[in-house]
């Protein structure tokens, strides 16, 4: 079985930053993609970054410049480095992955997400 799992983030005052690691684990095959969205209280989930196997970084233009996406492949581990937070920065952070599970298709699984709060 597969298991995303997050770590990292934490209440910090604006201006800070923080680093959140997402690990995959399991009887993983292949990683294509892996990403970072984010939801705050009452509003939609959105794209933060992501990272597809051999091709650029993406990121939402809110966090363009801010933030930095970046992957560790050995270790099926994704990471987000958070400079000059915001407190509109304030959400749950999850992380995503499009993997291939053995004896299993391509499917698209999430982590149990982690807070991160920006105080002003």
């Known amino acids: 079985q597969v298991q995303l799992v997050e770590s990292g983030g934490g209440l910090v005052q604006a201006g800070g930053s923080l680093r959140l690691s997402c690990a995959a684990s399991?009887?993983?095959?292949?990683?294509?993609?892996m990403g970072w969205y984010r939801q705050a209280p009452g509003k939609q989930r959105e794209l933060v970054a992501a990272?597809?196997?051999?091709?650029?970084?993406k990121y939402s233009n809110s966090v363009k410049g801010r933030f930095t996406i970046s992957r560790d492949n050995a270790k099926n581990t994704v990471y987000l480095q958070m400079n000059s937070l915001k407190p509109e920065d304030t959400a749950v952070y999850y992380c995503?992955?499009?993997?291939?599970?053995?004896?299993?298709?391509?499917?698209?699984?999430w982590g149990q997400g982690t807070q991160v709060t920006v105080s002003s």
């Open positions: 990272i597809v196997s051999g091709g650029r970084p």
């Open positions: 995503a992955a499009a993997l291939l599970q053995m004896d299993h298709d391509w499917d698209d699984y």
């Open positions: 399991g009887s993983i095959v292949s990683i294509n993609g």
